[in-house]
């Protein structure tokens, strides 16, 4: 019922036929997910394609010294089951991409020892079940984005003791939990950008300490607890663009010693001092603050501030002549101000990607 075969007309048929066996001898432990799938391999330019039912499994009899690349592209496979792809012991990258796929199953992939990357972009997930990315010992990079996954469950990616970057942007995430992960201690790049979360709350990372880089720009953040960032001492960039923050100033950055690149540009804030920035200006060198509502007096300071420290500002959008507003009285003072202080219409002004002048 379940087999492999390779395309006659491939001139490295062979190729495949060494690679994958016939996935029944493994029959236990596998959920069919392939119905007559094209799967390509490629390997030092060399490239066959195979029909695959059942699973994908691999043959232990072949040379283990070669990088390959596993490719199923194009194709409808409503989700990928457990066991959709194992046992296969070369060193691999596995591109799965705009296949459809809603779901991925726990254990989906299983016994890959030398798996190093994950690619599942432009499919149709909307959920990833519980250690659904378990074990997997070698891999390096997980690519979840452009789907339409909008819930993680705790205890999603387990025991990935290599794992340095996992880009879930363009989702539709509404919150972040670092419980998601478990045993990911190598982790360095959260790229959750084009989401729609909301709220970060107070340690939120205090479990993922290796992060390097945080991307959440473009989400729907109104609200950041003053000690979200805690124990993040190797955080290099900060991407807090795009989102909906009338305030910056509780947030605590003395967490932060390691911050190179701070983006905080086109959010809502009409009030900023270099004060907050102070805590990580011995290793910041670049700072975004462009398109927010802020008033003169607090870019004027801002900009001196800068310049004062070798700091690279971004303080104005490309092209555009107004990049800040006057209050309605005492215009020279940067102060914390209640909205009604400002035109309504000039903030409103501030609500496209840039300012309209
Ligand atoms: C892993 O896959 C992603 C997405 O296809 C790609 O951008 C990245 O370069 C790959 N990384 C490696 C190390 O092959
Ligand atoms: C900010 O965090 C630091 C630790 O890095 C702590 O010493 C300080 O008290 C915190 N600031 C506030 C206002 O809680």
Known sequence: MWYSSCKMDVTYSLLCVLFFRSVTVYAQ???PTFQETEIGVEYDEKQATTLISGCLVGSKMTRKDIDLIISIKGQV??????????NVHHKFHLNIIHNEIDAIKKNAFRDLPRLYNISLEHNHLTSVEPYAFENLPSVKG?????????????HTFVNLPKLTDIFINNNKLKEFDQNWFASTPALEWLALYDNQITSLTAAAFRDLRSLTTIAFNNNNLRYIDPEAFHGLNRLKELTLGGNELTSFEEVNLSHLSALYRLGI???KFTYS?????????????????????LQCACVDELVLWAS??????????????????????NENDCVKRPTEQFSSSLIESFRSVCPIA
């Open 77 to 86: 496979i409503p989700s990928l089951n457990t066991g959709a792809i194992s």
């Open 273 to 293: 001092s270099p004060r907050f920035f102070n805590a990580v200006r011995d290793n910041m060198k670049e700072l975004f603050i462009q398109g927010n509502p």
């Open 29 to 31: 432990n596998c959920v």
């Open 142 to 154: 997980i690519h979840l984005s452009n789907n339409n996954i909008d819930v993680i469950k705790k």
């Open 308 to 329: 004062n420290n070798g700091i690279e500002l971004v303080w104005k959008c490309e092209g555009k002549e107004v990049y800040c507003l006057f209050p309605l009285s």
């Open 265 to 267: 540009e086109h959010n």
